[in-house]
């Protein structure tokens, strides 16, 4: 039983560019959630998507960020025009749906995104 | 505004010793907590967990404890093991679920042999 697989796990990209980062819930989770890790922080929550659905992107940027989970396929992150300061690591994780809580999240090795 | 905050960046302890990793949080509507573990090139994994109606969970060598009033908890490792030795975030969580993870910013302990 894979579990969430993320990929590319290093990405670099020059400034402008953009940047595709994917991810694939572990077998039977319905619920994605995208978190950015900046140099020395936290895991900042970015948005929560369910299949063909964003349910919460409260804390997605307003510009160059948009996120999708289609019915077939991955999730999707993207951003467009990136700069230096999108340098970070950026981790998908994905739960059973209403489970969440009780185990928490299922998190994948995450993708380094570096913009030179 | 920081909800869940780990004031100590990071922990040395020494091999065997007890570990303790603290965590305060800002909202009391929060109804469950658990704990991550990370290692470098790692995504983080789920450790050990606690309901807010409840004010301590053990497993095996993990144990954390919860203070309502204080807004305050605690992981405690013992005895610690040079495995151990990676970032540790505390999270919390509102409304059952429904709502995503709010962590904090981590705590690298190192456990010395």
């Known amino acids: 039983n894979a579990g969430v697989m993320q990929n590319p796990r290093h990405l670099v990209r020059r400034r402008g560019q953009e940047a595709r980062l994917r991810c694939s819930p572990m077998k039977g989770h319905s619920h994605v959630y995208w978190y950015r890790q900046l140099p020395e922080e936290g895991l900042k929550f970015m948005v929560y998507?369910?299949?063909?659905?964003?349910?919460?992107e409260s804390g997605m940027p307003k510009e160059r960020f948009s996120a999708e989970f289609p019915k077939e396929g991955p999730s999707i992150l993207r951003i467009q025009q990136v700069v230096r300061g999108d340098s970070a690591a950026y981790f998908c994780?994905?739960?059973?749906?209403?489970?969440?809580?009780?185990?928490?999240?299922?998190f994948g090795s995450g993708t380094r995104l570096t913009v030179v | 505004d920081q909800q869940v905050k780990q004031n100590s960046p990071s922990l040395s302890v020494q091999e065997g010793r007890i570990s303790i990793l603290n965590c305060d949080y800002t909202?009391?509507?929060?109804?469950?907590f658990l704990w991550y573990k990370k290692y470098p090139a790692e995504g983080p994994t789920f450790l050990i967990s606690?309901?807010?109606?409840?004010d301590k969970n053990e497993d095996g060598r993990f144990t954390v404890f919860l203070n309502k009033s204080a807004k305050h908890l605690s992981l405690h490792i013992v005895p610690s093991q040079p495995g151990d030795s990676a970032v540790y975030f505390c999270a919390a969580n509102l409304n059952s679920g429904n709502t995503p993870l709010v962590f904090g910013k981590g705590t690298r302990l190192s456990v010395i042999a």
């Open positions: 909202n009391s509507m929060f109804d469950y």
């Open positions: 606690i309901s807010s109606i409840k």
């Open positions: 998507l369910q299949k063909e659905n964003i349910i919460d």
């Open positions: 994780a994905s739960s059973p749906r209403g489970q969440g809580f009780y185990y928490g999240y299922t």
